[in-house]
């Protein structure tokens, strides 16, 4: 049974295995995050919540879990949490015109893997 709380109220709730090590600091491979859906224009973004993002580039889409953290200024951007050197840059939610991103469920809970 998934949990149920006000943030799933309502929502799809579905859990994902986790795969990779973009968020291996917060999520081991293998664990299980649990995530309710998220609609663009009723769902207002959560400072410091994982949400998982499709990121399209050059016509190739990769779904990742990752943290959002908003600046003072405004603008948005998706961080890792991982200890893999290829995983330390964050994607800047308006990046440039060959990449898309968009945000296709907020993670609210997790079961991990010890």
């Known amino acids: 049974t998934l949990p149920i709380d006000e943030r799933c109220e309502g929502k799809k709730r579905f859990c994902l ?14 664990s299980w995050v649990v995530c309710v859906e998220f609609d663009v224009f009723n769902d207002e973004v959560e400072d410091g919540a ?15 879990l990752k943290e959002l953290r908003i600046r003072e200024d405004g603008k948005a951007y998706l961080w890792p949490n991982s200890d ?7 994607l800047e ?3 440039p015109e060959d990449t898309e991103i ?11 893997i010890r």
């Open 17 to 30: 295995e986790v795969r990779g090590n973009s968020m291996n600091k917060e999520f081991k491979p293998g």
């Open 93 to 95: 939610m308006k990046g």
């Open 50 to 64: 994982v949400y998982v993002v499709d990121h399209k580039l050059h016509g190739e889409t990769d779904s990742t």
């Open 84 to 90: 893999d050197p290829a995983h330390q840059q964050p």
């Open 102 to 112: 968009s945000i296709r469920s907020k993670v609210v809970g997790a079961y991990y």
